[in-house]
């Protein structure tokens, strides 16, 4: 018998900042969904995912939790993990960037590139961003920001190492050009060809003495090995490189990677930086790398305070492992960002998992037990509706394997619960009720009920690499050759007032205090403007996508907000009434071509508008119906 097709695919390993929610699981579950699809096809699947432990944000985290960095990644390590195995992810490696063997790797591999040219010791002077952990030059900036995640960049100066990427930049670009499947989707390869590679790659920033939380440099211990270079390594240590040619038979088996999973806000470090140290230690690059949307938290009105923020326990406390599953693998498009909220979730168990499927199966098992002691054959009496079942069914295998070989999970899905579909309208065709009726048809009932059951089996067992425990279920319940006496309910239809009293007791809303405000005020005219004065004014609808405490400030918040694509700073004294949690995802009227300015020395580039009571109060001023960020306020 010939070897099994090899199949090695990684998630992005996830930073050890905090829990993680479930936009963070969603990588997960996709991950694992992908995994067992590609077990079930006959691949010998390893399946590697883990932490990312190092750096000065969880240095600086540590400290704030008055614990030793090793302490807090440590912690969050066994919630990232144990989130993992909650959701059922059948992962072959849990690596963190802590464990030793990785560690020293990275220490060789820094020092075989340093030996051999490739990095190089100087100074660096630029922009850098603490959350990303990323210097950037001035052209690389967008409107001033971090191009990764928006936020304001410092100037920095420090002694560091610096990895030439230009020596390599066309051959990627070469290898980019010549394997259009190596960057999915199309729009990520796009973006990071036309903003990235084409204007000119710098020399990488490798190592910092800033702060202390990393791998040292073996050989000059004031510098740490910089983050990324740190992290991307784990694909290679994970499965047994060694950079002295001393790598497992694993390693020689499974690399390259035939299919890197991760999210699109870090697809540069993986598209760019990734592949080209991979070109500088002589490997073969992985065959494809997908960078996924987001799943987003709600409508933008998702809050800590007001007690909706989602993560995958309490998703499953409320609706159990496989539903959630089903949610996130089914409602997340292929390209665009996906939204999940508490009603949206009621709704798909209700209609999709509880009616659609659980009451399929369960009115087939009590059909079956009614009418033949739950024992059916297939009498032979069959009729045109029969074959166009069994057509159905038999062509949705490669329906759904067309679709996963092009990474359409949600699309795969919709195939499987469309022959589910199908089988209740089979039911509703030749309605085993009334065939009840009528003993001459009793072999005709037989027949439709075994065409079910066979029917159901075939979706049980392609439904399983996306909702295991359910497939498992279901093959359990119909049994082989008598279906159980006692079927089990697949999926409880919820209540969505119900649900939202547990979500409250979970987080408790915070609850303001109620303002009376005054019927009109009167304020003081200032001087008349003309129409022109007022058109040299912008103003456009934004959405605040991150938003912080300006530290020493009694009254200001720094909000991150989306105007069309590009993203502004704007500082507002506005932290009396609005917390920063709650400013996340409001859509607000913004003066985007406000002079900037620095507030409490933080810069800020624009005006968020805002009405104000007698009292002093502040209310942002948001647009009446849905508008799109950047939409015109004219």
Partial sequence: MADKKKFYMTTAIAYTSGKPHIGNTYEFVLADAIARYKRSQGYDVFFQTGTDEHGQKIELKAEEAGVSPKEFVDG???????????????????????DDYHEKQVQKIFKKLYDQGDIYKGHYEGMYCTPCESFFTESQLVDGKCPDCGREVQPAKEEAYFFKMSKYADRLIEHINTHPEFIQPVSR????????????????????????????????????????????????????????????DQFKKDWPADLHLIGKDIIRFHTIYWPIFLMA?????????????????GDGKMSKS??????????????????????????????????????????????????????????????????????????????EVDADLKAFVEKTPALVEEKMDKLRVADAMTE???????????????MPWALAKEEDKKDRLETVLYNLIESIKKGAEAIAPFMPETAEKIFAQLGDGKVTETPEILFQRLDLEEVMKKVEELHPPVVEEEVVEEDVIDIEPKEEITFEDFGKMQFQVGEIIACEEVKKSKKLLCSQVKIGN???????????????????????MVLVNLKPAKLAGVLSEGMLLCAEDAEGNLALMTPEKNMPAGAEIC
């Fill in 416 to 430: 499987i619960f469309n022959l589910f579909k199908r089988c209740n309208k089979y039911i509703d065709e030749t």
């Fill in 306 to 383: 007001k007690g909706n923020v989602i993560y995958a326990d309490e998703l499953v406390s409320l609706f159990g492992v496989d539903a959630v599953r089903y949610f996130v693998l089914h409602e997340m498009p292929f390209e665009n960002d996906g939204v999940i909220t508490w009603e949206l979730m009621v709704e798909r168990l209700n209609s999709d998992l509880a009616n659609t499927l659980g009451n399929l199966v369960n009115r087939t098992i009590s059909m079956t037990n009614k009418y033949f002691g739950g024992v059916v054959t297939d009498k032979g009496v069959a009729e």
């Fill in 281 to 297: 230690l002589d490997l073969p690059l992985p065959k494809q790398i997908f960078g996924h949307p987001w799943l987003l938290q």
């Fill in 566 to 588: 590009q993203v502004k700073q704007i500082v507002s004294g506005i932290k009396a009434q609005y917390s920063a949690e709650e400013m996340v995802g409001k859509k607000v």
């Fill in 189 to 248: 390869k796009n973006e990071m060809m036309n903003n990235f590679l084409l204007p000119g790659l710098q020399d990488l920033c490798v190592s910092r003495t800033s702060f202390k939380w990393g791998i040292p440099v073996d050989f000059d211990p004031k510098h740490v090995v910089y983050v990324w270079l740190d992290a991307l390594t784990n694909y290679i240590t994970g499965i047994g490189y060694d950079c002295d040619g001393d790598s497992t």
């Fill in 76 to 98: 969050v390590a066994a919630q990232v993990k144990e989130i993992a195995d909650l959701m059922n992810t059948s992962y072959d490696k849990f690596i963190r960037t802590t």
